[in-house]
């Protein structure tokens, strides 16, 4: 049985209140032990064994939502939560700005996706700061996608996990849906927020299965071969093949 967060998946309700972040940027120290050193008007931290110096931002989300988490999908940038507080998150990324998703799910009123600009230091470039280098087109489109919809088949079977396959199938099917009329872009972020919603609502023994590297990654390398930068129809294509190799064998 499908839970409620794959139900709903992307039928955002207007009864959400809105999410407020606040954003603080810093610069930090990454090492494996300090202490603090009390001072007349100061503190003084003694660092030692320095391992590197990162730049980042606080994220603090304000969400009646049951869960809200952020989520960018860039390659060198990383979000973990902190450990004092639920709601305040940790950005290490390289200076520039970056857009963040903000996910937020409720059971009674589904997911919403809200975007964030978030600037982390001095932009590197003026127009495009801290952007990731764009990657070379792929290979354009050789039109098989039935070789796409044997290995989504191919790799799911090797995970040995139905649940999950059940629920990635789910959302690939939902995210067609809610993709319609967008472009590649748009397209392509609903596809890559519906997964992780399905990955991230897993229970028990699936928690244990490596969905990102037995499956995601692979099947999206396979996809970049068949779909040029750019090309919606043939993306469209591609997510429904995948979506028609998670059910076309599932148990």
């Known amino acids: 049985m499908f839970k409620p967060i794959l139900i709903l998946l992307l039928l955002c309700s207007s009864a959400f209140a809105q999410v407020k972040v606040d954003v603080e940027p810093f610069s930090a120290i990454i090492a494996k032990s300090a202490r603090v050193e009390p001072l007349v008007d100061s503190v003084a931290v003694i660092v030692t064994d320095r391992i590197a110096d990162r730049s980042g931002a606080f994220l603090t989300i304000a969400s009646e939502s049951k869960w809200a988490t952020p989520y960018i999908d860039a390659s060198g940038v990383e979000i973990s939560q902190s450990q004092a507080d639920a709601k305040r998150w940790i950005m290490f990324a390289k200076p520039g700005k970056y857009r963040v998703q903000i996910i937020e799910f409720d059971p009674e009123r589904g997911p919403r996706f809200t975007p964030v600009e978030v600037v982390i230091g001095t932009p590197t470039k003026p127009d495009e700061p801290g952007t990731p280098e764009k990657p070379e087109d792929p290979k354009p489109p050789v039109g098989d996608f039935v070789a796409l919809r044997n290995s989504a088949d191919e790799l799911a079977d090797k995970l040995n996990d139905p649940p999950t396959r059940a629920s990635l199938a789910k959302a690939y099917e939902h995210a067609l849906n809610a993709a319609a009329g967008k472009d590649y872009a748009q397209s392509r972020e609903i ?61």
């Open 191 to 251: 596809v890559t927020m519906s997964r992780f919603i399905a990955l991230n609502s897993r229970e028990g023994a699936s928690l244990q299965k490596d969905w990102t590297s037995g499956f995601l990654k692979p099947i999206d390398a396979k996809l970049s071969q068949l779909v040029k930068a750019g090309d919606v129809a043939a993306y469209a294509l591609a997510i429904t093949a995948i979506q028609k190799g998670l059910v076309q064998n599932a148990n």
